[in-house]
DNA sequence: CTACTTTTGGACTGAAGTTGTCCAAAATAT
DNA sequence: ATATTTTGGACAACTTCAGTCCAAAAGTAG
């Protein structure tokens, strides 16, 4: 798994492998091609439906390309806390006792 | 660590220890009494400043309620996802590696 | 150099979300 | 029954975000 490469990285990534411009990427997708150039800048978020679009054009799994895109912003948003790591592992936990209670509703 | 206690639990646990009223703190922190029940029961976010300020009124760690805080805001955001443990390691990684790099500017 | 294509980013609009405030109903306590 | 506390709806002001359009900048090729 490429740890450190962004959504917006990874993807570019996958059309510069597939020699395509953006226009082309946008036209398939049926997206605006400025868009598709703020989402690889991570100056935009990707939409659900655009994660499955583009991992469809690029047969690639749309898990891998969501948690490419939800660690960006979780990670994005606590960046500048000296607590960040803290922050992770108490929201893991917490994500379990969440799951924990849901499995025995 | 109280592990699996909201933000809004915790202070308003430590409300009840101290035996105070809503009204009575929001007095204390110059906030609106609606508000600060709302904060208790996570439909309003906590300032940075009314952290600081609770915090010092009850005379509890700040980081602490931060880090209650963000991982509520955390965990909440990816809580319906089967990937959410996925993501949060990649997203730690991703803190890890943007602080590497922060280090040797 | 010129013509063409791609890439970048500013500007804008409407939609959606957030904050803080006020108020009144509901719940609780005296 | 009266007081107080708690809850939540409604609202305006404000911020944020998505999506679109356009033009300048950067890159490519003749």
Redesign the interface.
């Known amino acids: 798994?490429q740890?450190?490469k962004?959504f917006g990285e990874t993807i570019r990534d996958l059309r510069i492998e597939n020699h395509l411009t953006l226009r082309e990427v946008a036209e398939h997708l049926k997206i605006d091609t400025s868009m598709l150039g703020k989402i690889e800048k991570n100056n935009r978020n990707p939409s659900k439906q655009f994660i499955k679009d583009i991992s469809n054009l690029f047969s690639i799994d749309e898990?891998l390309l969501?948690?490419?895109h939800?660690?960006?912003?979780?990670?994005y948003?606590?960046?500048e806390?000296e607590?960040?790591?803290?922050?992770?592992?108490?929201?893991?936990?917490?994500?379990n006792?969440?799951n924990k209670n849901k499995a025995n509703k």
């Open positions: 798994m740890l450190e962004s898990d969501t948690v490419a939800l660690s960006d912003t979780v990670a948003s606590i960046l806390e607590l960040a790591t803290e922050v992770l592992k108490v929201a893991e936990e917490k994500i006792y969440y």
